[in-house]
């Protein structure tokens, strides 16, 4: 697909403009993957293309990039802006670098980040807690204990786990995010009350699947808690910076209509 036929997808009418600013790319449990300029319908969520370690992954992040570079390239010319003359402004540097700070050093990007962090700690930790999980439900599938649904009791596990894992991350870069739309330099409250709602959102769908785990690692129960904690601690300190983030309406998910 070149340039322009990529361009062309914006105009089916059947898209919802910009529901791809405020989702949380997680297109395998999407619905609306059919109504997303952004969604690829050639590309299979489960091959290769899917996959940090597989060149087709990158090959692909190379096309997505060289795709912004020719609409930068075009929109700077439509403005009549030279690329290649462009000189910094140094109070808009010195700026950025005390957002950085800023950003960095504030409450909510550091528990966020502290949380992101400590799940790889745990799950490194925890192997044991797994390999015994699968001993005992693989001795209640043998023995047919009534009322154990051995199947439902998996799907539940790796369900967690996926929503742990998904949202690990991206909790704290979309909270950043929110932070630098907020900040003095970019401020746009719309985008970041955007960007805030979709991290609540992940940390309601984490706060869950913890949930979950607790109840079926009760030997590793004081670690998960801890996990608990720290997200509600970070749901309230970002509901109080971001008040009206949860109201937020985005397109698609929770309008259509985007004249509301």
């Not at 950085?100 to 807690?129: G, M, Q, T, V």
Request: net charge negative.
């Amino acid at each position: 697909m070149d340039i322009d036929e990529y361009l062309e997808k914006f105009n089916n009418p059947d898209l919802i403009p910009g529901i791809y600013n405020y989702c949380d790319r997680w297109c395998e449990r999407c619905s609306f993957t059919k109504r997303c300029a952004n969604f690829d319908p050639e590309l299979d969520l489960n091959d290769e293309s899917s996959d940090i370690n597989n060149e087709k992954f990158w090959n692909k992040l190379s096309e997505i990039f060289a795709f912004t570079k020719e609409l930068i390239l075009r929109d700077a010319e439509k403005l009549g802006i030279d690329l290649n003359n462009l000189e910094p402004d140094p109070d808009y540097e010195e700026l950025r670098e005390k957002e950085r700070e800023w950003k960095k050093n504030h409450p909510i990007s550091k528990l966020s980040n502290k949380y992101a962090e400590k799940i790889d700690e745990w799950f490194k930790k925890s192997k044991e807690l797994f390999s015994q999980k699968g001993i005992e439900l693989e001795s209640y599938f043998q023995m047919e204990i009534p009322n154990i649904n051995v199947e439902n009791e998996i799907v539940k596990l790796k369900d967690s786990i996926e929503v742990i894992r998904w949202y690990q991350f991206f909790i704290h870069v979309k909270l950043n995010r929110a932070l630098s739309l907020k900040s003095e330099i970019d401020f746009d409250e719309y985008d970041s009350n955007g960007s805030a709602k979709v991290a609540l959102i992940g940390i309601d769908r984490s706060l869950a699947a913890w949930s979950t785990l607790l109840n079926v690692f009760e030997e590793g129960e004081n670690n998960i808690l801890n996990f608990l904690v720290i997200l509600e601690q970070l749901r309230k300190k970002v509901e109080n910076h971001f008040p009206n983030a949860r109201k937020f309406k985005r397109p698609g998910f929770e309008v259509i209509d985007l004249n509301e």
